[in-house]
């Protein structure tokens, strides 16, 4: 080699040298993620071994921290810029803070809120996750107030990133349980309820619903369940402009017992429920053959033992003290929603709740909102036919004493002239007729006598169940006001009193009670006077008065029954005593007058006796059961247990829901015809799931398929049609032979050749 070039060879080794590597972008992300690999697994041993010895570990973390501190600077200029590392350091320093809280808790967490607060919107997610989660564990660890951290956290619903809002939902109810365990801290629940009652004003539809949502998660869970919460709730949610949050906050006042599960984790239930499944199935399989029958069986068990776990998980809320009762100022809040009703240009569902919620209010509070009723009057059309036990539910909880009748009249005329008539469908006079009992029982004066009539003329109707409808509206009247009633349909042991009198059931007037009804009954079953005074009663004192009053009513009863029985006796005696006399008379005057013979009277006298021994026994008979049934009451102790069972079953708050109305039984022919129904939809749907066509570029169906395709594709296709158009019977059915294997070409040639000898021949 000549000295010129090895000259050369050396200044490319050294150009070589001199110049640095480039690679391609595949080769820079692999050798970065390998980077940040290390930096995470250096990070993660740094961490374990600094909760053991945190003095030993002191420089190597003032060393990360200085870098920290660098990624920090160069993040504050880049805010949406993703850095693994960056992110690596604040939840390693999040987590090593309580070991070294003078150098980092002042910094780190100030730091994360201020980024928050001015970088939330346009930070990478994952960025955003890392730091609310640091900022989780320094709340946690309780080296940060909630006052400062909870309100970050609530703004950023705002973001739209689905799972970072419900990891703060859960997060911020998680904290707040933690803050308010112990005692209630009145002071921050005061301060936040005040900042989500600012965020359900946010023009931002996802931040005022999760707000809205925490709230009432919080009521359901006994945290915030008072009456601070139930306002704000009622302020903010239900006349707000959104119609999802109206629904919601409405929701939240019709509900009236909240069911909450444990606070155990998803994955603990579903494992919980696989083991009792395989215990169950491992009960009833054993060695046995799993046929049908057995498979039902077990599904069966396992739907009990699922809804047994259920109820014991359950935690229900007394609702003695329901949230529509810790409203400030009732009048004002009915007044304002009803005036957004009326304007409102929602959907006829948000409506129908909105009026449900004005109702509930009207009825709890004996509220006076009169412009109320001409209102529903427009939704009692025949168009809404579906719905109409909802209208009638709201209009039965809308009346009260107050109210006067003259403003529900219009509403009962409507329902007798679109609902109760002959024209009308079985199931709607049914409705119609246990709504205007229910309205009846608020308001005994709000029909006419011939409205009354006209009702209960129902009772001879073809259908049972309007026949028992009309039956309840005719008890009813015979125990409120049997005035009212027409005469033959009082009852034989109907009693007037002053209760129960037209004149004491007028509009305005108060029946004042001073004392405690039937305390009288219960000092002479046991003997004692003073009860009301010396002591306070309780629940099975006051189910023994009730028991007691049916006692005395059924004994009213057996009374009234034997005095019209001694006025029926005393009538008949008479009645014989005139016959007898008239006897006389008439064989004084003329034995020969009197048409037959001894034969005649005779029959005559036996077929009297005969009747009179039927009417003697049909009177003992009935009385004899009225005594049984009195004497049975007797003989039975007075307890409490009881009346238990009637006390369950009653709505101890008065409001009235679509399905108690509908008492309607259809026949077995209309049960039939809905089973078949019902049947036939779910064949169609079955059918629907399986129609499985694939929607290509070409078109949806095979003749707009076709339609799109080139000639060239479909050219072989078209010759052959042609072809069979042409082609006679004689040469298909030999070709079909031929397919069916009648016989082979070979045999067919064969056959030709033999007819064409013969024929020269």
Known sequence: MTKSAKRRAKSVQAAKASKPLQLTHSEEVKLQKEKDEALKQTLQYLQDRVKRHPELYKNEIDKHWVIFKGKMEQFKEHPGKHDNQFNYYILFFSHVSHKYK???????????????????????????????????IFRGKDLVSPQVILPVLFKLFKCKDKELRKFLHQGLISDLKRLNQEAKSHGINKKLQNFIFEMLKDPNETASKRALAVMIELYKRKIWNDDKTVNVIAEGGCLHDNPKIIAAAVKFFLVLEYDWEGDSDDGEHTSDEEMDQKMIQGKYKG??????????????VIKQHKRKEKRKNKVQSSTDFLPIDLIFDPQSFTEKLFGRLRKSTERYEVKLLQMKLISRMIGRHQLLLLQFYPHLLRYLQSHEKDKIGEIFA??????????????????LDKIISNFITEYCNNLHITIGLNTIRE???????????SQIEYLVAFRSFRNSSVVAAARSLINFFRDVCPNLLPKKYRGRFTKQDDDNRKESLMYGKQKLNFG??????LEEAEGVTGLGINRVLTDEDLKKIKL????????????????????????EEADSESEEVSGEIVSEEGEDEISGGDDSEEMEEEMEEGSEEEGEEEKSDSSSEVDEEYSSLESVEVNSDMLENSSEDENPHGFVYSHNLDTFRRSKRERIEASMKEREAGKAEHKDSFK?????????????????????????????SIHDRFTTTKSKLKSLKVQLGKYKKTQKSKIESRKKRFRQA
């Open 516 to 521: 405690i009804d039937g305390i009288e009954l």
């Open 102 to 136: 003078a150098e980092i808790v002042g910094y780190l967490p100030n730091e994360l809120i201020n980024m928050l607060q001015q970088y939330y919107s346009i930070l990478n997610p994952e960025t955003r996750m890392v730091m609310v989660t640091g900022l989780k």
């Open 394 to 411: 709201m209009i039965i909880e809308s009346c009260h004493e107050l109210v006067p009748p003259e403003e529900i009249k219009p509403l």
């Open 439 to 449: 309205i009846l029982l608020r308001m005994p004066l709000a029909l006419d006598e």
């Open 548 to 571: 007691l009053k049916l006692k005395k009513a059924l004994k009213g009863v057996v009374d009234k029954k034997e005095e019209t029985k001694g006025e029926e006796d005393g009538a």
């Open 287 to 300: 060695t046995k053959k799993m046929t049908k029958k057995r498979t039902a069986q077990v599904e069966k």
């Open 692 to 720: 499985r066509r694939d929607k290509k570029k070409g078109g949806e169906t095979n003749k707009q398929k076709v339609k799109n395709k080139p000639f060239a594709m479909l050219k072989p296709k078209k010759l052959d």
